[in-house]
């Protein structure tokens, strides 16, 4: 059975859904300012692995990921651009998700942008205020903190620590320091919508309680977002969903480990902030995806070159493995256990074990470094067999390649990639230097690789310099690490 941290409890419990057999879930978008970066990509990559593996367990899974297209710092950097805010976040929202989906992570089911919901906003303010959870002064309406008893329940504060680190900031009409803003009265300049209150904008919490409630219903299943969102975006999440409809909100939170970057804290002030675009530029997807899922969702990864080489050398192993399983399957994976000699039974004991340890791994909290593991014990199984079998059984390697990719997509591994290679232009320049047609091609690669790396040793740099250049012109780019050479398909 599947079991999960919840954050709210924070324990692991046993899931199960508000309705059988289906999963609503809300992960909390970008805030489409500037371009989505890799701590972004570690957040969506993660929960983009928690849905496919519900879905994997047969779950009919609706997932909701907002966009907050208005907001202070979207208006702020809005205008230092001479843009209107709206249309400034329009353009980065369309970067951010290309950028996502270049990544590998799926879409998700809906993007509801704030802008777009600003009604639903206004009447779930409204009934706060019209049930005494809120108060209007001077324009805005501010959530008041001590009417919601259950107020701190999500990250563990009671009030006095609550009260102590609440300020109330230049501009803020609010009655007390721990109040927050539900509406916010218009200022010069910025976007504003007709409300009960005059004109104005939405608070930035409001817009997640009432676009998941819209399409998900109360309670739904799964809340996800990073830890630096428990407080106080969701804890006022909860305040104002549950005040306002007078029922549980969500029944899981789930939140993703904050990214580091070579052990520092990802930030501007540091400057250390790497793009998806431009990590893209330097290591294929497949890789970078490979690396957020060696990581636990709850646990901070580490992100550095020593980390991306690691990912990069695992990930090809794991493509060498599909190769061979490629290379010598049949067209269906139907077969008699009976016609398999002992070392190919082994092999399927081996492959059904991999079934049995990869759901125990996933079922334990999406624990998806210890799935990994299975993964390799698969990789090394089918090293084994084909070391054993020059020729095993067809439809036992289809048996096995099938079995693989299903497992391998759960953690966004061996998807589809649009970059393709040529392989009858690579087997023609890997033959002009003596590498022989044997292997999967890349193998084959490798192996010319390693006359390159010999060259660039003996100081011949016109003979690596040429297969660099003949690589190139088939979409190969590969770079010299020191005495590594990593490779990508461009």
């Not at 290591?283 to 070159?305: C, G, K, N, Q, T």
């Amino acid at each position: 059975m599947l079991r999960i941290y919840n954050t709210l409890t924070r324990k692991k419990e046993p899931f199960i859904p508000v309705e059988q057999g289906i999963v609503r879930m809300y992960v909390c978008g970008i805030t489409t300012y500037s371009d989505a970066h890799i701590g972004h990509a570690r957040t969506y990559v993660a929960f983009d692995i928690i849905r496919r593996y519900l879905e994997y367990k047969g779950y009919k899974v609706t997932y909701v990921q907002n966009i907050t297209d208005i907001d202070d710092k979207i208006i702020n950097a809005a205008a230092e651009k001479n843009m209107d805010a709206l249309e400034y976040s329009s353009y980065y929202a369309k970067r951010c998700l290309e950028d996502l989906e270049k990544l590998g992570v799926r879409p998700a089911d809906m993007y509801p942008k704030a802008s777009e919901h600003i009604d639903d906003m206004i009447e779930m303010v409204k009934k706060l205020v019209d049930r005494g959870y809120a108060y209007v002064s001077e324009g805005d309406v501010y959530f008041s903190v001590e009417k919601f008893r259950d107020y701190g329940k999500l990250s563990g504060q009671d009030m006095e620590q609550i009260k102590a680190g609440a300020r109330i900031m230049p501009g803020e009409k609010k009655k007390k320091p721990e109040d927050f803003a539900l509406w916010k009265a218009a200022k010069p300049g910025e976007p504003k919508w007709h409300s009960p209150w005059g004109e104005g904008r939405p608070g930035w919490h409001i817009e997640c309680s009432a676009m998941s409630s819209k399409y998900l219903g109360m309670p739904f299943d799964l809340h996800g977002g990073g830890q630096d969102l428990i407080f106080p975006h969701h804890e006022n999440e909860i305040a104002q969903a549950e005040a306002s409809e007078g029922k549980r909100f969500v029944n899981y939170w789930l939140h993703a480990g904050l990214l580091k970057i070579r052990g520092e804290k990802m930030s501007k002030s540091i400057g250390n902030i790497i793009n998806v675009r431009d990590a893209l530029s330097m290591w294929d997807a497949e890789s970078l995806r490979f690396f957020f899922a060696s990581v636990h969702y709850r646990s901070p990864p580490d992100f550095s070159e020593e980390a991306m080489r690691n990912a990069e050398n695992a990930v090809r192993r794991i493509r060498i493995a599909k190769e061979k399983l490629e290379m010598a399957a049949g067209e269906d994976d139907k077969f008699n256990e009976k016609g398999l000699d002992e070392v190919e039974k082994e092999y399927l004991n081996n492959v059904k074990k991999f079934i049995r340890n990869f759901e125990v791994a996933m079922d334990d909290d999406f624990n998806t470094p210890k799935a990994i593991e299975t993964i390799f014990d698969f990789v090394k199984d089918t090293n084994i067999l084909f070391m054993k079998k020059e020729n095993p059984s067809p439809p036992l390697c289809r048996y096995a390649l099938n079995t693989f990719l299903k497992i391998a997509n759960v953690l966004t591994l061996l998807q589809e990639e649009e970059k393709k290679v040529d392989v009858e232009a690579l087997k023609k320049i890997a033959s002009g230097y003596g590498v022989e047609e044997q292997g999967s091609w890349e193998e084959m690669l490798e192996r010319l690789l390693e006359i390159r790396r010999n060259a660039r040793k003996e100081k011949n740099y016109a003979l690596a310099d040429e297969i660099r250049a003949k690589l190139k012109e088939i979409g190969i780019e590969i770079e010299d690490r020191g005495e590594e050479t990593i490779w990508r398909i461009s």
